[in-house]
């Protein structure tokens, strides 16, 4: 029988190509074999699970940015607006 390297496996991901699934998933849905490669590769590893949920709370902190940023009263109101 012979011994087959891990990352040899189609669907294995290293921590460093999970990583980049990730930031990629924020811009785009992923193909099904890279859905399902992270998918795997998040329950196998301790650290990239805590690495989506930093992106996660990037992203609903950004959001709430941006909805705080866009009401008129909001912490930007009158910021590159001239003096009366």
Do not use: Y
């Amino acid at each position: 029988m012979a011994i087959m390297k891990i990352q040899s496996l189609p669907l294995m991901r290293t921590c460093k190509q999970a990583a980049a699934l990730l930031v990629a998933r924020e811009d785009r849905a992923l193909s099904l074999p890279d859905s399902v490669a992270l998918r795997l590769h998040l329950v196998a590893c301790k650290a990239c699970p805590q690495f989506e949920n930093q992106m996660l709370t990037m992203r609903h902190a950004m959001s709430h940015w941006r909805r705080v940023t866009d009401e008129p009263d909001g912490p930007s109101a009158g910021v590159g607006r001239p003096a009366d």
